[in-house]
C-alpha cells in the first residue's frame, strides 16, 4: 500500500525562518493534503494539492507537488513559535467511484523557538 | 466556521467493556470517516461511510468494530469488546467529496481512549 512519508522527522528552527518539510509517497494519488498537529490534540487540514497541480500558497505556506518523484514539500516562511506542531502528509488514491481514504506520514515534529 | 464535534474528549474502560464513540459531522458532508492514533504512532485509516453504509474499511476494522448514523446528525464508531491494543486518539472526519472533485476531510478534535 502506499505510504507518505516525511523528513526530516524533527526540525528545530529560530523564529522568523523558514520550515521545509519533504513527503514522499510510493503509488499514484488523486490529491496530497497537508495536516497540523499539536501536542495531543486534532488534526487541522492546512492544505489540499490535486496531482494536476504544481504548487500552491496558502498564506505563509507553500506547497509544491512533484509526481514524477512522488514527493511534495511544505514551505512555512517567517515561522512563528505558534508554528511548533507535527505535520502530517495525507495521501489519497481516490479511485473511481471513491474518495480516497488517506494514508498519513509519520510527521516531522516542528519546533519553533522565540 | 462549522467543524467536526466529538464526544467524549476522553474515555476509560475496561477491557472486555463496549464502546460507543460520538461524532457529529460537518452538517452538509456526505462522506465519514473513522481514524485512529496509538500515541507515537501514524493516523490510521479505519472506516469510511456513504449513504448509509460502509465504502471501505481497512483491516483494522473487524468485527469488533461498527458503525452507525443512527439520526441525520450522529455518527458512531462502537467497540464490542474493548482490547487493551484499542487504547488510541480515534478521530471521526467527515468530507463534502463528489465525484471527480476531491475534497478536504475535516477532522474532529479526537476521543482519547483508554482501555484498562
Known amino acids: 500500500s502506499q505510504q507518505g512519508e516525511e523528513d526530516p522527522q524533527a526540525l528545530s528552527i529560530q523564529e522568523g525562518e523558514n520550515a521545509t518539510m519533504n513527503c514522499s509517497y510510493k503509488t499514484s494519488i488523486n490529491n496530497l493534503q497537508w495536516y497540523r498537529q499539536n501536542s495531543g490534540r486534532g488534526l487541522v487540514h492546512l492544505i489540499l494539492?490535486?496531482?494536476?497541480?504544481r504548487e500552491k500558497h496558502s498564506g505563509r505556506l507553500r506547497v509544491t507537488l512533484d509526481t514524477s518523484k512522488k514527493s511534495s514539500s511544505l514551505l512555512i516562511t517567517a515561522s512563528r513559535a505558534a508554528d511548533t506542531a507535527s505535520y502530517f502528509c495525507?495521501?489519497?488514491?481516490?479511485?473511481?467511484?471513491?474518495?480516497?481514504?488517506?494514508?498519513f506520514g509519520k510527521g516531522t515534529k516542528l519546533s519553533v523557538k522565540p | 466556521e462549522p467543524e467536526v464535534t466529538q464526544t467524549p474528549s476522553h474515555q476509560v474502560t475496561q477491557m472486555g467493556q463496549e464502546v460507543i464513540l460520538r461524532c457529529v459531522p460537518i452538517s452538509n458532508h456526505l462522506y465519514f470517516y473513522w481514524y485512529r492514533q496509538i500515541l507515537g504512532q501514524k493516523v490510521e485509516f479505519l472506516v469510511s461511510f456513504y449513504n448509509n453504509e460502509i465504502s471501505e474499511k481497512s483491516e483494522i476494522f473487524d468485527d469488533q468494530f461498527s458503525v452507525e448514523r443512527p439520526d441525520g446528525s450522529n455518527f458512531t464508531l462502537k467497540i464490542r469488546s474493548t482490547k487493551l491494543e484499542d487504547s488510541a486518539m480515534y478521530f471521526c472526519a467527515s468530507s463534502d467529496w463528489r465525484e471527480g472533485n476531491p475534497d478536504t476531510q475535516y477532522f474532529g478534535p479526537g476521543t482519547r481512549l483508554t482501555v484498562l
Open positions: 494539492i490535486r496531482s494536476n497541480e
Open positions: 495525507a495521501t489519497a488514491e481516490g479511485y473511481r467511484g471513491s474518495q480516497g481514504n488517506l494514508i
